[in-house]
T-cell receptor
Framework: DAGVTQSPTHLIKTRGQQVTLRCSPK?????VSWYQQALGQGPQFIFQ???????QRGNFPDRFSGHQFPNYSSELNVNALLLGDSALYLC??????????????FGPGTRLTVL | RKEVEQDPGPFNVPEGATVAFNCTYS??????FFWYRQDCRKEPKLLMS???SGNEDGRFTAQLNRASQYISLLIRDSKLSDSATYLC?????????????FGTGTRLTVIP
């Protein structure tokens, strides 16, 4: 049973560039959430996707956008990168249907460094 | 005010010691509560859910006090392998969406 997978593992970009991070949820899960974890901090919620739509969004600017595909995989896009975007980006999957919620399982993360 | 607040530590304890972590949360409408464990440069992993009645899993005991909006985790007979960061996590009461709010984490080091 495959767990949550993310790609790439590491990424180095320069200010102003754009980046796309990818996530495949755990088998059987239909919901993907994205989190940003800065060094020494807990993860912060970016947004959540279910049925290919953004269900909920945290306090992040419009530079952060996402997408969910029919196979439930998801992408996180960040435009106009800032130095402060350097962080570990975590994807979590869960099963949410008809109001029922389930535990979120995290992928290994993508470590983004902005120079 | 932060959604979830916890003492960042670090806690340095000898093997076999008992250690307790606490956290508080600000949203009284919060629905679900968890402790996650995060090893250095790894992803968070669910340690246990927390219920009002309290729950125990081996050496780990978690308690929730809704009236005080307070969550605790007790680790008995600490092992070297317990060294990690422990994250207090609260789930929002959204319409089916369950985004998680994390504390900053408490760093535990168990010393031989």
């Amino acid at each position: 049973d495959a767990g949550v997978t993310q790609s790439p593992t590491h990424l180095i970009k320069t200010r102003g560039q754009q980046v796309t991070l990818r996530c495949s949820p755990k088998s059987g899960h239909d919901t993907v959430s994205w989190y940003q974890q800065a060094l020494g901090q807990g993860p912060q919620f970016i947004f959540q996707y279910y049925e290919e739509e953004e269900r909920q969004r945290g306090n992040f600017p419009d530079r952060f956008s996402g997408h969910q595909f029919p196979n439930y995989s998801s992408e996180l896009n960040v435009n106009a990168l800032l130095l402060g975007d350097s962080a570990l980006y975590l994807c979590a999957s869960s099963l949410v249907g008809g109001g029922r919620t389930d535990t979120q399982y995290f992928g290994p993360g993508t470590r983004l460094t902005v120079l | 005010r932060k959604e979830v607040e916890q003492d960042p530590g670090p806690f340095n304890v000898p093997e076999g010691a008992t250690v307790a972590f606490n956290c508080t949360y600000s949203n009284s409408a919060s629905q679900s509560f968890f402790w996650y464990r995060q090893d250095c440069r790894k992803e968070p992993k669910l340690l246990m859910s927390v219920y009002s009645s309290g729950n125990e899993d081996g050496r780990f005991t978690a308690q929730l006090n809704r009236a005080s909006q307070y969550i605790s985790l007790l680790i008995r007979d600490s092992k070297l392998s317990d060294s990690a960061t422990y994250l207090c996590v609260v789930s929002s009461a959204g319409t089916g969406a369950n985004n998680l709010f994390f504390g900053t984490g408490t760093r535990l080091t168990v010393i031989p």
